[in-house]
């Protein structure tokens, strides 16, 4: 498995409109030292975080996870290509308890972008995220924890929900031990 520097990425995105890490900061309502640590990769934002910020630079989120190849009309990503992203951490600096692997990251323009989750502990803070577009989950492993706007749904494995991620949503270990789940999110 190989880590994905989306860093630089975004860094290109700002510079290439010529816009500050103030006006970054500004139109996604995160702040500017949060941006400035993503992009020099001593922060890796959640999934809910780079939906936001591709949608300020009218890209997909997928264009954090691509190489710059050539357009496919498919895909095959053997599990040693996988695209991971450690050390997830949040606003207030702590660890969010997981990191997630991009399972499509050669094919461009897609609709979907399927993700492997894995949460290793329960984490300290509880907050949530909403972003636009839609959300599957299916546990593979483990039981989790969904913080659903204002429900907490506990699901086992081999169950799965499909939500508008618009909703403030959390995914958590529901008793710290490891969950893995497929996440399939759209914009």
Do not use: W
Request: net charge neutral; aromatic share 8%; with cysteine.
């Amino acid at each position: 498995m190989r880590e994905f520097n989306i860093g630089a990425k975004i860094k290109k995105l700002r510079l290439s409109k010529k816009l500050t890490l103030q006006a970054v900061a500004k139109e996604t309502g995160f702040s500017p030292a949060l941006i400035s640590q993503i992009e020099n990769n001593n922060v890796s934002p959640p999934i809910a975080t780079l939906s936001r910020i591709a949608k300020f630079f009218d890209v997909k989120i997928g264009l954090f996870f691509t190489e710059d190849e050539e357009e496919c009309r498919y895909e095959v990503v053997r599990s040693h290509e996988r695209k991971v992203i450690h050390r997830v951490i949040s606003k207030a600096g702590t660890s969010q308890g997981y990191s997630y692997e991009s399972l499509s990251f050669h094919k461009q323009n897609k609709k979907m972008e399927p993700f492997l989750l894995s949460i290793t502990e329960k984490a300290l803070e509880e907050n949530t995220y909403s972003h636009d577009g839609e959300e599957f989950l299916f546990v593979i492993k483990g039981t989790a924890e969904l913080m659903l706007d204002d429900k907490r749904i506990i699901l086992e494995e081999g169950d799965c929900v499909y939500f508008d991620s618009s909703l403030k949503h959390r995914l958590l270990s529901e008793d710290g031990t490891e969950v893995k789940v497929l996440a399939v999110v759209t914009r």
